[in-house]
């Protein structure tokens, strides 16, 4: 155990949650938890933690990933709500330099009115779904906040852990190897 001591240790002073770090001393090094780990949210918040400032490439490429996460709630969106997608679509078009931060956040909030709304029709899987779009654009600061808004969508607990799979498989198509701790 002796050997996990390092870079579990670097996990807990950057606050992981328990249940991470408890599954994180099973793997011999950051590499092979990364490479087994089939929870995108816990995925995005470390790269959250690690991306550099808001505004540089890393967390731009950062916010690129959680859009396409946040993509996985999209099917939870009441028909005809297009604003969780405008959401998703505006801070892409930030990323890459076509949108202005006033715009996203001017699209985030339509979605969190969609949020709210869907939640005041008492229909749990639209709300969390228009809220992950919406906190998509939040990602480089709180990354793991759309993952885990949209598994929430999911009634079943097999739902949630196949899309949290799929957020995780997404995260290793755009950052292959484990962050540097």
Do not use: F
């Not at 967390?59 to 969780?84: N, Y």
């Not at 009115?113 to 709300?127: M, P």
């Not at 654009?137 to 079943?156: E, G, L, P």
């Amino acid at each position: 155990m002796q050997r996990h001591k390092h870079w579990i240790d670097k996990l807990i002073r950057l606050h992981a949650c328990s249940d991470a770090v408890s599954w994180c001393r099973t793997y011999d090094s950051l590499d092979d938890a990364w490479q087994s780990c089939t929870r995108g949210d816990w995925m995005l918040w470390l790269l959250g933690r690690l991306s550099g400032k808001p505004g540089s490439e890393a967390r731009k490429q950062l916010v690129l990933t959680t859009c396409e996460c946040a993509r996985l709630a999209l099917p939870h969106v009441k028909t005809g709500d297009d604003r969780p997608l405008k959401a998703i679509e505006t801070t892409e078009r930030w990323a890459i330099g076509k949108a202005t931060i006033q715009e996203v956040r001017a699209a985030a909030h339509a979605a969190y009115a969609a949020a709210a709304a869907a939640a005041a029709d008492d229909d749990a899987a639209a709300a969390a779904a228009a809220y992950a779009a919406a906190t998509a654009y939040v990602a480089a600061a709180a990354a793991y906040v759309a993952a885990a808004a949209y598994a929430a969508a999911a009634a079943a607990a097999d739902a949630r852990s196949n899309i949290l799979k799929r957020c995780a498989d997404i995260v290793r198509s755009h950052y292959p190897k484990a962050p540097e701790l």
